[in-house]
T-cell receptor, first 115, second 115 residues
């Protein structure tokens, strides 16, 4: 069964606008972590933001924020004030349980920022 | 967070040959992982590279095809053996340390094309 679901089609975003990328997850563990990565066309994976299952506050990192709704099992990424350099694939990932540091990835969201 | 140097960054190889990819980490890490990203797809975990013991492979990946070495806590190699065009992918190494997101970083990736 798929653990991370990202179903949005490719998105075009106007520069300086905000964009929300959806991510839902499936786990029976109480302790888990959720990650978002950015992958530009160069192929590198750039860590953006992390949310732990026990974190009470939604995570924020600069222009990135994570809208964590635990009961709905969703962890949406919000990018504020989009920039041309934000054009990339965005992947949601999950780590389950203690001692298991492997990540399971969603299929990704393509974002293109237009001037 | 750990910094990972991965090489080569890209290669074009003949079918039937093998390629070894190297990852060097700037600090000692317990967990190292190898992922494959086929064209237009998400990341799939190949194996966990264990220091001093055999790697732990995920379903669908075997040691004969993807032998992995982990001689110490800062270095690992992945070999793609007897390559076919279906092996054309981006291969990424990663470390997973601690509980927070910054401990989960990736190498810059190896873009492999098999002709």
């Amino acid at each position: 069964a798929q653990k991370i679901t990202q179903t949005q089609p490719g998105m075009f975003v106007q520069e300086k606008e905000a964009v929300t990328l959806d991510c839902t997850y499936d786990t029976s563990d109480q302790s888990y972590g959720l990650f978002w990565y950015k992958q530009p066309s160069s192929g590198e994976m750039i860590f953006l933001i992390y949310q732990g299952s026990y974190d009470e506050q939604n995570a924020t990192e600069g222009r990135y924020s994570l809208n964590f709704q635990k009961a709905r099992k969703s962890a949406n990424l919000v990018i504020s004030a989009s920039q041309l350099g934000d054009s990339a694939m965005y992947f949601c990932a999950m780590r389950e349980g203690y001692g298991n540091n492997r990540l399971a990835f969603g299929k990704g969201n393509q974002v293109v920022v237009i001037p | 967070s750990a910094v990972i140097s991965q090489k080569p960054s890209r290669d074009i190889c003949q079918r039937g040959t093998s390629l070894t990819i190297q990852c060097q980490v700037d600090s000692q890490v317990t967990m190292m992982f190898w992922y494959r990203q086929q064209p237009g797809q998400s990341l799939t975990l190949i194996a966990t590279a264990n220091q001093g013991s055999e790697a732990t492979y995920e379903s669908g990946f075997v040691i004969d095809k993807f032998p992995i070495s982990r001689p110490n806590l800062t270095f690992s190699t992945l070999t793609v053996s007897n390559m076919s065009p279906e092996d054309s992918s981006i291969y990424l190494c990663s470390v997973g340390e601690g509980w927070k997101g910054y401990g989960y970083t990736f190498g810059s990736g190896t873009r492999l094309t098999v002709v």
